[in-house]
């Protein structure tokens, strides 16, 4: 049996995601297989990355639901990069389901997880798959950061009653392409998705287990400060932020629903609480920009209801692979994360509000370059760290980065690809500092 296939290896995140597990420092410790549609291209691919002809190179066809089972019964982990997901992605989850196979991908999709959840969560709790969507930019850089944020507050309160999250809010500063499966995606959905479907999706806590408190609405300009420096940061509405905010709810409704069924300490320690409110928004260098960004996107996203439109936006994006582009996105772009949790009020803690100030950051193109190798070390850690995932993971079923990977995903990404995670904790309004700390 194989350990990985990559799914999808000839288009640019395929490729991306190949040249990188086939670079991997513990390349030894793992082999991996290759499919897409066209032999050719296949062949092609194999030749430019000078690939091993141990590699296994499979044709497939996602939309033949025989063929992609055979295929994937026959590895351990499946990395799947064909999108958009609602349109291509429920065969392999099924196979992955029915077979015990773990599965990564890089949706951006609230709809295709949603019907992921409801059709195969059951199955694949049974069988032991891990089913893990939203592993690239959208949406595990979101879900790290508030897991991050929780667990410096619980280790804040480790001598007194844990405290749980009161808001948290995640600012992207991004450098980098517009990335084809992100306007695919919005494409797609907006052509093809029923309005009420679409509206529903959009929702709070659309698929966590339980409700919550709703998120504030969206806003022509969008304001935060960081604890550390006082320095206000102000942006406008991030066109990923719903499917963001989706993981992150989800993430909050499974350890809330496990504190709820199961009532011990250690989930009450892991939970982020149930009065959490989540918000994201894209920073930008004055109030003034953040207002114009956020009405850029709202007329976009208003004119994709015109057919026309849709077509042309269909017909943008990057085409080309080749080892130039290969080098180019390695070097170009850069992204940071940074996030903004305010702990609830606790008489423990009479100065005031334990806040955490968290940062992601790394350096490449953050849809081309970023996202592949976040999704491989998601699938690494699957493979090679079992034994070291959270308890919920061994359970299988269709979870989220931050549910599945925890710590696992955060060093793995600090090791292998120059991820930097860092926080600092600040207490009360007079500002009692921890020192910054290095996840």
Not at 74 to 96: F, S
Not at 206 to 230: D, I, M
Request: proline letters at 5%; hydrophobic letters at 40%; one cysteine or more.
């Amino acid at each position: 049996m194989v350990d990985i296939l990559i799914l999808g290896a000839t288009g640019i995140t395929g490729r991306q995601t190949t040249r990188y597990l086939a670079t991997h420092p513990q390349r030894s410790q793992f082999t991996f297989a290759i499919a897409g549609r066209s032999q050719k291209k296949l062949d092609d691919l194999v030749s430019d990355l000078s690939l091993s002809k141990s590699i296994p190179v499979h044709v497939v066809d996602v939309t033949r639901f025989e063929q992609v089972e055979a295929i994937v019964k026959q590895h351990r982990i499946v990395l799947n990069t064909v999108g958009p997901y609602v349109k291509w992605g429920e065969n392999v989850v099924r196979a992955c389901a029915r077979n015990g196979v773990h599965y990564t991908d890089l949706t951006g999709e609230q709809i295709f997880v949603k019907e992921m959840i409801e059709k195969y969560a059951y199955v694949a709790s049974k069988t032991g798959s891990i089913i893990v969507p939203a592993c690239g930019m959208d949406s595990l850089p979101s879900d790290m950061a508030v897991f991050v944020a929780n667990k410096a507050l619980k280790d804040y309160s480790q001598n007194t009653e844990p405290l749980q999250i009161d808001t948290s809010t995640t600012v992207y500063d991004i450098e980098g392409v517009l990335s084809n499966g992100t306007v695919s995606t919005i494409v797609a959905a907006v052509g093809s998705t029923p309005s009420h479907k679409m509206a529903a999706s959009l929702r709070d806590h659309f698929l966590s287990p339980v409700s919550g408190k709703p998120s504030p609405s969206p806003r022509l300009v969008y304001k935060t400060t960081l604890p550390s420096t006082l320095e206000a940061v102000v942006g406008g509405y991030f066109l990923m932020s719903s499917a963001n905010r989706a993981i992150v709810q989800r993430s909050q409704g499974l350890l809330e629903y496990e504190m709820l069924t199961r009532k011990t300490n250690k989930a009450n320690r892991e939970r982020y609480g149930s009065q959490m409110v989540y918000e994201e928004f894209m920073r930008q260098k004055s109030a003034l920009m953040g207002a114009i960004l956020t009405l850029t996107l709202l007329v976009g996203l208003g004119l994709l209801a015109i057919p026309p439109v849709r077509w042309l936006f269909g017909r943008y994006g990057m085409n080309e692979t080749s080892a130039a582009l290969d080098k180019q996105l390695a070097e170009t772009g850069k992204l940071t994360v940074i996030n903004v949790t305010t702990s609830e009020p606790s008489p423990a803690f009479p100065k005031g509000p334990v806040k955490v100030e968290t940062t992601i950051s790394a350096k490449g193109d953050p849809g081309y370059y970023l996202s592949p190798a976040m999704m491989a070390e998601s699938g690494l850690a699957l493979l090679l760290n079992r034994d070291e995932l959270p308890a919920l993971a061994k359970q299988g079923g269709v979870l989220t980065p931050a549910v599945a990977l925890g710590d696992v995903i955060i060093g793995r990404l600090r090791e292998f690809s120059g991820f930097e995670v860092v926080y600092e904790v600040v207490e009360g309004s007079n500002g009692t500092r921890e020192s910054r700390k290095s996840v």
